[in-house]
């Protein structure tokens, strides 16, 4: 069963993203690389609840 999850960003905080996760599968929290239009450069963004 997938489960909406919001990535927020490493750097700055704000929450940019929300994406699919299968929670059965993915124990630990995601990290991706995306673009931040606050800090406007490309960070890690990372899971939060």
Known sequence: MSKKI?????????RNYTTTSNQENQTERRELKKYCKTCNAHTVHRETK
């Open 6 to 14: 919001t990535l927020a960003c490493a750097e700055c905080g704000s």
